[in-house]
């Protein structure tokens, strides 16, 4: 069993829909990271959580630590928003070592 | 400010031979890690360098190996390539380990390596 789980693996959208990405984790964490990945490879960091919810623009994460359990959503969802999201976690305080979730495809149809 | 930067950003190799990636981290970062993502394996941590020093390394065989100099920038070297080490191959850099502070970080385009 992956220390990280992500799912669904695949999500297909109508623009406008309101979108829920999960990410499950078997290890204690001092964070939690959400990732944008486009085609071509560049990685984005959405987010960075050790605890309760963060928003940015149409972009929430929330995170719970007793539930080792963290959710990526994003309101009213735009084609431009398809991309790999990927949920990484970082095992303790200052230790950069992450590790990944084997990511969700969204893609948002006009 | 400006970002993290790799070099080269597409390599091709043939097996046996070797390579060397450098990554430039954000000015002031002082903490580098270095990933591979593969179509079969994801986004899997190589090491991570502060201050020169390797802190933590992921389970890869010695063939993979990295330094960082003083300025920050680091550079990993694969030695005998095998086809399995083709993948993307990224760098992102962060503040490090300051007071226990959490430390976002900064990932480069990556480097697509293809070993033939």
């Known amino acids: 069993k992956n220390e990280v789980e992500q799912s669904p693996q695949n999500l297909t959208a109508q623009e406008g829909e309101f979108i829920t990405i999960n990410c499950s984790y078997s290890?204690?964490?001092?964070?939690l990271h959400w990732l944008q990945q486009h085609p071509g490879g560049g990685i984005v960091s959405l987010f960075m959580l050790s605890s309760g919810k963060k928003k940015h623009g149409r972009l929430i994460a929330t995170i719970n630590i007793q539930e080792k359990h963290s959710t990526l959503h994003i309101t009213a969802s735009h084609p431009r928003d398809s991309a790999v999201y990927i949920c990484a976690v970082a095992p303790n305080f200052g230790n950069e070592k992450l590790t990944f979730g084997t990511g969700t495809r969204l893609t948002i149809i006009p | 400010k400006a970002g993290v930067t790799q070099t080269p950003r597409y390599l091709i190799k043939t097996r046996g031979q070797q390579v060397t990636l450098s990554c430039s981290p954000i000015?002031?970062?002082?903490?580098v890690s270095w990933y591979q993502q593969t179509p079969g394996q994801g986004l899997q941590f190589l090491f991570e360098?502060?201050?020169?020093?390797?802190?933590n390394k992921g389970n890869f065989p010695g063939r993979f190996s990295g330094r960082q100099f003083s300025n920050s920038r680091s550079e990993m070297n694969v030695s005998t390539l095998e086809l399995g080490d083709s993948a993307l191959y990224l760098c992102?850099?962060?503040?490090?380990?300051?007071?226990?502070?959490?430390?976002?970080?900064?990932f480069g385009p990556g480097t697509r390596l293809t070993v033939t």
């Open positions: 992102a850099s962060s503040l490090g380990p300051l007071t226990g502070a959490l430390s976002e970080q900064y």
């Open positions: 290890v204690g964490i001092s964070a």
């Open positions: 360098y502060f201050s020169e020093t390797q802190r």
């Open positions: 000015s002031g970062h002082r903490s």
